[in-house]
């Protein structure tokens, strides 16, 4: 069990008990994470939930912490050494005097050169977070929702403290090798992110800057409407000699997305990959399909996660 490996390798001076939430596994999970637990001389459980649905498992795991922080760590995700004692000196901080509810680390993906899809799926979420464990338990857990983790961001910041992110504290997480669960993948979380926005709304959010930040998830429906049926066939059409939608001042934009991503990409390089010496193997041709192919697949993917919303199709965890 890597993961396991991974948190017994923390550099965190701080005493750290490992949960595993067993989510009716039918394979040999919990029997080799148990194995791992005990090797590792970790202080480690495992609680088991029937319900499938990854709010019942944490929510079950989180019955049990006896702990002021909760840190939530997919199976499938492994840890830098310092990302831990990073992320906790974020959450446990009050800038301006404000109360810290939650926190967000940065992920990349582990596996980037495992096929074609991967260099374009270099970003994931929901996968290492912290909480306070009080906070969490105040807003009833993580609710009943494919978008949970969005749900409960927004529940945190509407009545309990600030949400926020630590780009140093870092994970490594898998992400889909093969396109169907990929866009699967990506389904699940368009169709999470119109729960969350109807379960909270923006509006509603107590603070102006949360007001803002949750109603930039308005726009995204229509950037995805955008890029599908507007971006798409212009390009095509300007390519075969019509500009009806697009012409040359509609090229620009293809510059500008790559001064905005290379300036990310350096950004990143300087300040998180060299602080953690870290070196990443470059991929130019990943690269360029991530400007080029990723947001065209995504934002068709995204319409399907919204049509499965709007006509209220069974959900899909998987």
Same mark, same amino acid.
């Not at 390798?9 to 750290?16: D, I, Q, T, W």
């Given at each position: ?38 090797? &590792?001389?970790?202080?480690?459980? @495992? #609680?088991?939930? !029937?319900? +499938? /649905?990854? %709010?019942?498992?944490?929510?079950? *795991? ?21 990302? &831990?004692?990073?992320?906790?000196? @974020? #959450?446990?901080? !009050?800038? +301006? /005097?404000? %109360?810290?509810?939650?926190?967000? *680390? ?34 009833? /857990? ?177």
């Amino acid at each position: 069990m890597r993961t396991l490996e991974h948190i017994a390798a923390l550099s965190y001076e701080g005493r750290v008990e490992v949960v595993v939430a067993d989510n009716n596994s039918t394979d040999d999970t919990a029997l080799l994470a148990d194995v791992a637990g005990e090797r &590792l001389g970790l202080t480690y459980r @495992r #609680v088991f939930e !029937t319900k +499938q /649905g990854k %709010h019942h498992a944490l929510n079950t *795991a989180l019955a049990t912490v006896t702990t002021p922080l909760v840190v939530t760590v997919d199976a499938d995700t492994h840890l830098q050494q310092q990302s &831990l004692t990073r992320l906790v000196v @974020r #959450v446990t901080s !009050t800038p +301006q /005097g404000q %109360h810290v509810s939650a926190c967000a *680390a940065a992920l990349v993906a582990e596996n980037t050169m495992a096929t074609f899809v991967n260099p374009h799926a270099a970003v994931a979420q929901g996968a290492f977070s912290a909480y306070r464990t009080s906070d969490l338990r105040a807003v009833g /857990g993580w609710p009943d929702a494919i978008g949970e983790d969005i749900v409960l961001t927004w529940s945190m910041l509407g009545s309990r403290g600030l949400v926020q992110y630590e780009p140093v504290a870092l994970g490594f997480t898998v992400v889909p090798e093969h396109l169907d669960r990929l866009l699967s993948q990506r389904s699940r979380w368009a169709r999470g992110m119109l729960e969350g926005l109807r379960i909270h709304p923006p509006p509603k959010q107590p603070r102006v800057l949360a007001k803002l930040v949750a109603g930039i998830d308005y726009l995204v429906p229509a950037l995805d409407i955008g890029v599908i049926f507007f971006w798409v066939p212009g390009v095509i059409l300007f390519l075969f000699g019509y500009p009806l939608i697009f012409g040359w001042w509609s090229m620009l934009l293809l510059p500008i997305t790559l001064a905005v991503f290379g300036f990310l990409q350096r950004w990143q390089a300087r300040h998180v990959f060299r602080t953690l010496d870290i070196h990443p193997q470059p991929d130019k041709r990943g690269f360029l399909g991530y400007l080029f192919a990723y947001q065209v697949l995504i934002s068709a993917a995204a319409l399907r996660g919204y049509g499965q919303y709007l006509v209220g199709s069974g959900r899909r965890w998987q």
